[in-house]
């Protein structure tokens, strides 16, 4: 019922930018935080920027200053600027958020489907 979409990530050169989105949709009475996360081949899945709804903001030290995260709760999406991109930055991302849907007592996280960001020259 509750849903997370993200638009396509892509491939970039080092050093430019590309900017994900997620929309947040189906049966929503509320949503907390929303945000990023990322995952690299081999590795555990890790955080990138997550946002409350009130506009509060935590970044990944490995992506601060480069990396912006906003939100919309009208739209009820998120949206994740990443600036001056790195090799390093090349992994699937996936939208994150806490949501209560209109059926249930408890907040449960959503994730959405994941999209590749390959940083390559």
């Known amino acids: 019922q509750v849903q997370l979409v993200e638009s396509v990530g892509g491939l970039v050169q080092p050093g430019g930018s590309l900017r994900l989105s997620c929309t947040a949709s189906?049966?929503?009475?509320?949503?907390?935080?929303m945000g990023w996360y990322r995952q690299a081949p081999g590795k555990e899945r890790k955080l990138v920027a997550l946002i409350t709804r009130d506009g509060i903001t935590n970044c990944a030290d490995s992506v601060q200053g480069r990396f912006t995260i906003s939100r919309d709760n009208a739209k009820n999406t998120v949206d994740l600027y990443m600036n001056n991109l790195k090799p390093k930055d090349t992994a699937v991302y996936y939208c994150?958020?806490?949501?209560?849907?209109?059926?249930?007592?408890?907040?449960?996280?959503?994730w959405g489907q994941g999209t590749q960001v390959t940083v390559s020259s």
């Open positions: 189906g049966s929503i009475f509320s949503i907390n935080a």
């Open positions: 994150a958020a806490d949501i209560k849907a209109r059926s249930s007592y408890y907040v449960n996280r959503y």
